[in-house]
């Protein structure tokens, strides 16, 4: 009977599931930053779900808090991150489900800080700073904590900088701030943004933030695990400035989602943001505050033993076998690039950094009022064929294409092909106009 | 070389791991509400791990949109939950991780809700309401979204009442409220408490909170999945009142963690809340506004195909299964309550209502100056042998066990091996006395 049931149910996902799911295992997915799954990670997440813990407290689960722990402390070590961000001192390191919920724990984290500082009824005084590149996350994380939408900064950038949020322009803005009597807070920088790859100048913001008492963030959620090879590394140089750091393992680091990694350097600014004591989850090990309890690192109360998946990639495939994986990506890239500057239809509108390519097909006698359509169409015309996925963004009102590396099948036959395809494409609509 | 790592990989789990593992698949696991795992459940979770998608938006995958619709419509129907929870009107179901952000993302949206009637300088003025057994995630909530601790009032409760919130005590607390110019906004009831399945009166509360135009949630978080019986259904009556429900399917569903299921009655108010739209997330569907993009119904951005597992456990053991599962829990509870109320030693602190029973050793001569220093021994005396796992909670000053049953592996054996070692553990600590 059960397995009879098996079989129909099989036969529902290959009849009404899978045509409804959008690839993101596909060698020929470029749209969004990646979502690796591998089979350390796969076995990581078996095995999670087989026991099935629920490791809020340490008592709910030894293993769980203590592997994280140490999984986290490996990984920190291979981004060479400061001590401050290991275990060992006052800091420490948390799995998150995703980045949102990574700056929105430290924001609150900053939040409750200056607040104890300056009263609790200064909230509409707080301001906080990134670039016009940072991603949603931020703002909703403000919409959550209650910060006003007026106060959240958004410092415009342009190609002058690569998209890169400048000193200067953080400087104005923040003693503009001071002078209306407003309270800078928080500083999000970001290192491999998510339209373009930019990569704010941590080492000069972060000296802004800290002679400003600011917390500072770094989001590096896609670029952070290029920083484990040491020609990389250097674009999170000035992290030792920080407060916090976020990279998501979920994305190029073939951990399978969810498995977002945030360091922080004083743990107890989050703990007393967001922790709770019920009757009914005290314990012997809590009371006597030997332990850690990630439930009060976090939103949820609950969470899932995602640290296995993390040790199976790290023990399973080990430093040099990641650090080629990545590599791999960025030359798979590389290629790309080189192929669309070949092309003079096209053009590359910001610098590769990591995996992502930033181009767009040129306006026929450069009318740019042509060109938005243009590429719309012409992500439209690869999309609809379902060979590949990519996808868009706008920069400085420049609507461009985005094709990201990052699928653990991906080899060159398949950029080519993506390539292939983006020129019968384009010919085909240069065609019609 | 790779299966060699393999090899010693799980040898390390073994050796390393396991020994530090809490079993919540235990059948002698009786500390907290359950967190079950099952084999429906945990193909779900092999299927939505080799996918690995990201569904943060229809488009990312618009199957794991439509099965979430498609499932939470069956649950809500297995629940006789009003129509208007349900997918096809303004309102719907959605997926969150834990009953902590089910409750965070419908304060966001009740507290967003008012200040966009009241203006957004009131915060401070926000009250809002439970009673003191409520869970700890509603005052989590509350230091997130900003609301000030002093207005969170969690009203006094007490055996009168079985530990339900008191719809008298309730007015006066609103009253004298508005009286000193304080916004009432929010009341949150419970089916089921953590301490002792206390179950707060939804009709007559529910009524209050409309006459008083605040938002009323109920969090069913573990005694939810009860209510599919008939004969427990009666639980929720009232909850036609609620704007929002809440019932985690990863507690007693058979459903692997993590799977928080919360239905609302309009969805335009969390996605008010919650709603972010950046350029790189733009697409045809959305824009048009054809489509449910969850994102806009939780914090993260990123989220797991996570109905999957639920889809599986539906399909594969279907209403009248699952409905014996939760019977028969509910009838090993009510076995291991008569057991207890035969021992004269012991007393029942509580009525039974589902598989939670809560009892202590009575102190020699009604000495309850002993009694909490008794009964920590006891739990600690039977939780040292590992054997079993059970918890304590305090109620009225009372410190009493917990004896939550809910593994899917637990049997009649399982509950009387429980009992016949809490009373050799009670014979002997009472003989040093």
Same mark, same amino acid.
């Given at each position: 009977?059960?397995?009879?049931?098996?079989?129909?149910?099989?036969?529902?996902?290959?009849?009404? $599931?899978?045509?409804?799911?959008? !690839?993101?295992?596909?060698?020929?997915?470029?749209?969004?930053?990646?979502?690796? @799954?591998?089979? =350390?990670?796969?076995?990581? #997440?078996?095995?999670?779900?087989?026991?099935?813990?629920?490791?809020?407290?340490?008592?709910? @689960?030894?293993?769980?808090?203590?592997?994280?722990?140490?999984?986290?402390?490996?990984?920190?070590?291979?981004?060479?991150?400061?001590?401050?961000?290991?275990?060992?001192?006052?800091?420490?390191?948390?799995?998150?489900?995703?980045?949102?919920?990574?700056?929105?724990?430290?924001?609150?984290?900053?939040?409750?800080?200056?607040?104890?500082?300056?009263?609790?009824?200064?909230?509409?005084?707080?301001?906080? %700073?990134?670039?016009?590149?940072?991603?949603?996350?931020?703002?909703?994380?403000?919409?959550?904590?209650?910060?006003?939408?007026?106060?959240?900064?958004?410092?415009?950038?342009?190609?002058?900088?690569? %998209?890169?949020?400048?000193?200067?322009?953080?400087?104005?803005?923040?003693?503009?701030?001071?002078?209306?009597?407003?309270?800078?807070?928080?500083?999000?920088?970001?290192?491999?943004?998510?339209? @373009?790859?930019?990569?704010?100048?941590?080492?000069?913001?972060?000296?802004?933030?800290?002679?400003?008492?600011?917390?500072?963030?770094?989001?590096?959620?896609?670029?952070?695990?290029?920083? $484990?090879?040491?020609?990389?590394? !250097? %674009?999170?140089?000035?992290? #030792?400035?920080?407060?916090?750091?976020?990279?998501?393992?979920?994305?190029?680091?073939?951990?399978?989602?969810?498995?977002?990694?945030?360091? $922080?350097?004083?743990?107890?600014?989050?703990?007393?943001?967001?922790?709770?004591?019920?009757?009914?989850?005290?314990?012997?090990?809590?009371?006597?505050?030997?332990?850690?309890?990630?439930?009060?690192?976090?939103?949820?109360?609950?969470?899932?033993?995602?640290?296995?998946?993390?040790?199976?990639?790290?023990?399973?495939?080990?430093?040099?076998?990641?650090?080629?994986?990545?590599?791999?990506?960025?030359?798979?890239?590389?290629?790309?690039?080189?192929?669309?500057?070949?092309?003079?239809?096209?053009?590359?509108?910001?610098?590769?950094?990591?995996?992502?390519?930033?181009?767009?097909?040129?306006?026929?006698?450069?009318?740019?009022?042509?060109?938005?359509?243009?590429? !719309?169409?012409?992500?439209?015309?690869?999309?609809?064929?379902?060979?590949?996925?990519? @996808? !868009?963004?706008?920069?400085?009102?420049?609507?461009?294409?985005?094709?990201?590396?990052?699928?653990?099948?991906?080899? #060159?036959?398949?950029?080519?092909?993506?390539?292939?395809?983006?020129?019968?494409?384009?010919? =085909?609509?240069?065609?019609?106009?």
């Amino acid at each position: 009977m059960c397995e009879e049931q098996n079989f129909y149910a099989i036969a529902d996902i290959q009849a009404k $599931i899978l045509p409804g799911v959008t !690839h993101w295992q596909s060698p020929n997915f470029f749209g969004y930053y990646p979502s690796n @799954s591998s089979i =350390a990670g796969f076995l990581g #997440e078996m095995m999670s779900a087989g026991l099935n813990v629920v490791g809020f407290s340490w008592i709910t @689960s030894p293993a769980a808090t203590e592997l994280e722990m140490i999984v986290l402390d490996w990984f920190g070590k291979m981004l060479k991150l400061p001590e401050e961000f290991l275990s060992a001192g006052k800091g420490g390191g948390v799995i998150q489900g995703s980045a949102s919920e990574a700056v929105l724990v430290v924001l609150l984290a900053a939040r409750d800080k200056i607040l104890r500082r300056v009263g609790k009824n200064s909230l509409e005084k707080l301001v906080l %700073y990134a670039s016009d590149q940072t991603h949603s996350a931020l703002q909703k994380a403000c919409q959550i904590g209650g910060i006003h939408p007026e106060n959240c900064r958004l410092l415009r950038t342009d190609s002058s900088t690569d %998209y890169a949020l400048s000193p200067n322009v953080l400087n104005e803005a923040i003693s503009d701030d001071v002078t209306s009597g407003l309270i800078p807070f928080f500083l999000c920088a970001t290192v491999g943004t998510t339209s @373009s790859t930019a990569v704010d100048p941590l080492l000069e913001l972060g000296k802004i933030a800290k002679s400003n008492e600011m917390w500072f963030h770094v989001d590096a959620a896609y670029a952070g695990s290029a920083c $484990i090879c040491p020609e990389y590394r !250097h %674009y999170i140089d000035g992290v #030792e400035e920080a407060d916090s750091f976020n990279t998501n393992a979920h994305k190029w680091f073939l951990t399978n989602f969810d498995c977002s990694v945030l360091w $922080i350097k004083d743990r107890n600014a989050l703990i007393q943001a967001l922790s709770t004591n019920p009757e009914f989850l005290k314990n012997k090990a809590s009371q006597a505050n030997l332990v850690v309890d990630y439930k009060d690192w976090q939103i949820p109360l609950g969470r899932r033993f995602r640290s296995l998946k993390l040790w199976m990639v790290m023990r399973l495939y080990g430093l040099e076998n990641l650090q080629s994986y990545i590599r791999n990506h960025i030359n798979l890239a590389k290629h790309f690039e080189e192929l669309v500057a070949q092309d003079p239809r096209f053009e590359i509108v910001t610098p590769r950094l990591f995996s992502l390519v930033c181009f767009r097909l040129l306006p026929p006698h450069n009318d740019e009022t042509c060109a938005t359509k243009l590429n !719309h169409g012409l992500l439209d015309a690869v999309n609809s064929t379902g060979k590949i996925f990519a @996808s !868009h963004t706008v920069l400085s009102g420049k609507y461009l294409l985005r094709l990201a590396v990052g699928a653990p099948l991906t080899e #060159e036959r398949h950029v080519n092909a993506a390539w292939k395809l983006l020129q019968d494409e384009a010919s =085909a609509l240069l065609a019609t106009l």
